[in-house]
């Protein structure tokens, strides 16, 4: 099982920006998967983007497409999230999660049920 560590949160002015960093360690080598999901204060925690370990394939939830990009290097075993024109609405905690279930439709990595490690997260703040 994977081990992730978010890092790179923080408290931005709306139309900012933040990336968002995920190491990842342990048993990186049946990892299928990587997605950032967020909980905005009394709300459920929802799907942001997902990429694709090997391919790097993308995908992403409506409200950050065009503005979010994930990403990910393998020699550093690192995930991102590069957050462009900042929102308030875009405030939440972030969570890093890992997935090594193999999956047929691209809509099931949007649930969070599909993935077996996450981190702790990490708060990011937007300002009006």
């Known amino acids: 099982q994977e081990q992730l560590v978010e890092s790179g949160g923080g408290l931005v002015q709306a139309g900012g920006s933040l990336r968002l960093s995920c190491a990842v360690s342990g048993r990186t080598s049946s990892t299928r998967a990587m997605a950032w999901f967020r909980q905005p204060p009394g709300k459920e925690r929802e799907f942001v983007a997902v990429?694709?370990?090997?391919?790097?394939?993308?995908r992403y939830a409506e409200s950050v497409m065009d503005r979010f990009a994930i990403s990910r290097d393998k020699a550093k075993n690192t995930v991102y999230l590069q957050m462009e024109s900042l929102k308030p609405e875009d405030t939440a905690v972030y969570y890093c999660?890992?997935?090594?279930?193999?999956?047929?439709?691209?809509?099931?990595?949007?649930?969070?049920?599909?993935?077996?490690?996450w981190g702790q997260g990490t708060q990011v703040t937007v300002s009006t």
């Open positions: 999660a890992a997935s090594s279930v193999p999956t047929q439709f691209w809509s099931e990595y949007e649930a969070g049920a599909r993935y077996g490690s």
């Open positions: 990429i694709l370990w090997s391919s790097g394939s993308t």
